[in-house]
Each structure stands twice: as structure tokens, then as C-alpha cells.
């Protein structure tokens, strides 16, 4: 059976697929437009016109291709009017098994939502040539910093294990507000959950799942640089964490009071970025056994 990683990028983009379950849908376009609420039957229409839509072997469907259930279609993504984002990721070590990047902020690791090419596992598939490439891990498109990605498709797993396992020494910094009062360095320890607010995550009674060491480094006009260690890897954790402390972090427009989005159709801001840089990462390589030191180059504005 054919698989979504045995047909080519395009643009740096592998397919997609959804799998076609029973129904009464005439043709696959109506039970895409199902599937997909998001989008519309023009899309699909214009997408499977393109031959971005294929069945099971590998054959672009056509607009009226019939419904047959208990098989699979393979489509590949695209966003309209994508804005071009306005800089450039740093590679700063590349070998046969992994890849690091410097990210600056604003460009999401991974396509989601209204980004596609303007990501940088897009961008770097695309200028490296490594169909394979893959991340270890993530940051939040507003964090700049370290990225890993692996290479090879049989090391990935065990690679991303590393994080699952709290095997990675994780450093990184901040600028927020400097509260006198509060005596560091100390550790925040609390439970996260999905918030019923987009986007957020809050804290709540219960077992803890997300630990955050926080040291102050400098002081400069009533703003600080501290130094954060996370042990766990929760959404949006040390950004929650800085905010719980009464210290949220410069430019952070979620929390603690989530900002307005744009208009839609409206052309990104980049003059605030979120001041938090994911400045390095290190472990033991579980094949060759050395130890792995990645840097950021990049500051932040303090």
C-alpha cells in the first residue's frame, strides 16, 4: 500500500492523506468539502484541477472522481496569499544525522494554519535538498533559537525520544519585568492544561506536569534577564510560568491577557517580537555516544 512519504514533494511540501470511510458521499469532492469545512469546494476543485488530489496508487483524481469507501486519498496542502516572512533562518551545524538551526522569530518550525512555505522545515527541505529532514522537537513561531532536525527517517524516533525522556538540557532567556520582591533563583511547578480560551494554556490544581527553573542574570531599568531551564516540555510552559511569577515575558501578546488577532487578510506586525531565545540545547547522542552542544547566536533586545 502506498504510503504519503513514498510520493515527491512539491515546493518542499509532502502529501497529506485522509482515509475514506463509509458514507454516502457521490463523489470524493463532496466528502472532502465534508471532511474539511475550512475549505471550500472551489478550492478542492481548483486543487484537484492542479492534480494535487490522488487516490491510493498515485493517480490525480479529477473534480467528478466517484466515492469509494474504505480507501485513501493522498492531497498536498496550500495556503492563499501566504505572507512572505521577512528573515532568515542560520544553520549552524549540519551532519548525516542531524541539522541545527538558529530561528529567528516569526517563522513557525512546521506548516499549520495560514503557513506552508513560510515555514522553516519548508524552507529548509527546499534549500538543502533533504526530502527527510524532520524536527526533533519544536518552539513556538514567537521564540527565537535553536531548532533540531533529524536527517535520516530511522534515527527519528529515537532522537525525539531524548525530549520525551527529559534527556536534553534545555537553557533558555528572557526579558521581563523585575520584581524585587521575588527570590530567585527559585523552580514553578504546577499542572498545565488546554485552556477554554483560544490559544492559551493555564494552570490548575493537580499533579504537576511542567517544572521551570528561573534565575535572574542582570538588571537594567526596571526590566531583568533570566536564565530558564525547563525539565518538561509544555505548551506554551515557560511563557504560562513567567506570567503565573507576575513577570510575563516583553511582547508576550497571549499571556497573561490574550491580545487581539489581526484582521484577516492584514499584514503581519514584526516590530514586538516576544522577547524569550531558545539559546542552547545539549545531550549524548544515543548512536555515536558524544555529547551534542548547540548555541544561539541571536540576542534579544535588552
Request: aromatic residues 8%; neutral net charge; hydrophobic residues 45%.
Amino acid at each position: 500500500m502506498m504510503r504519503a512519504t513514498d510520493l515527491p514533494l512539491r515546493d518542499g511540501v509532502g502529501a497529506s492523506w485522509v482515509a475514506l470511510p463509509a458514507g454516502e458521499w457521490l463523489n470524493v469532492i463532496d466528502f472532502l468539502v465534508t471532511r474539511f469545512p475550512a475549505i471550500d469546494r472551489a478550492d478542492w476543485r481548483a486543487r484537484m484541477q492542479r492534480g494535487d488530489v490522488l487516490d491510493a496508487s498515485g493517480s490525480a483524481l479529477s473534480p467528478d472522481a466517484p466515492y469509494r469507501p474504505n480507501g485513501m486519498v493522498f492531497y498536498y496542502r496550500s495556503v492563499a496569499a501566504e505572507h512572505p516572512i521577512p528573515f532568515e533562518a542560520t544553520i549552524l551545524f549540519q551532519d548525516d544525522w542531524l541539522v541545527a538551526m538558529d530561528k529567528p522569530h516569526f517563522l513557525p518550525v512546521t506548516p499549520s494554519g495560514h503557513y506552508l512555505q513560510q515555514t522553516l522545515l519548508v524552507r529548509m527541505k527546499r534549500a538543502l535538498g533533504i526530502d527527510t529532514l524532520a524536527p526533533m522537537h519544536r518552539i513556538d513561531l514567537d521564540t527565537a533559537g535553536i531548532v533540531l532536525f533529524t536527517v535520516q527517517p530511522r534515527t527519528r524516533d529515537r532522537y525525539q525520544a531524548l525530549f520525551r525522556e527529559r534527556a536534553v538540557d534545555k537553557v533558555y532567556e528572557a526579558i521581563a519585568p523585575w520584581r524585587p520582591e521575588l527570590t530567585l533563583p527559585l523552580t514553578r511547578s504546577s499542572r498545565l492544561v488546554e485552556s477554554a480560551a483560544f490559544m492559551q494554556m493555564e494552570e490548575v490544581a493537580g499533579v504537576p506536569n511542567a517544572e521551570t527553573s528561573v534565575t535572574l542574570l542582570e538588571v537594567r531599568n526596571g526590566r531583568a534577564r533570566y536564565r530558564l531551564q525547563p525539565a518538561t516540555g509544555q505548551k506554551h510552559q515557560l511563557r504560562v510560568h513567567m506570567a503565573a511569577l507576575g513577570i510575563p515575558i516583553v511582547n508576550d501578546r497571549i499571556y497573561p491577557i490574550l491580545q487581539p488577532a489581526l484582521a484577516p487578510g492584514s499584514a503581519p506586525d514584526y516590530s514586538a517580537p516576544l522577547q524569550l531565545l531558545a539559546q542552547s540545547l545539549a545531550f549524548t547522542d544515543p548512536f555515536s555516544g558524544e555529547r551534542r552542544d548547540f548555541r544561539s547566536g541571536l540576542g534579544l533586545q535588552f
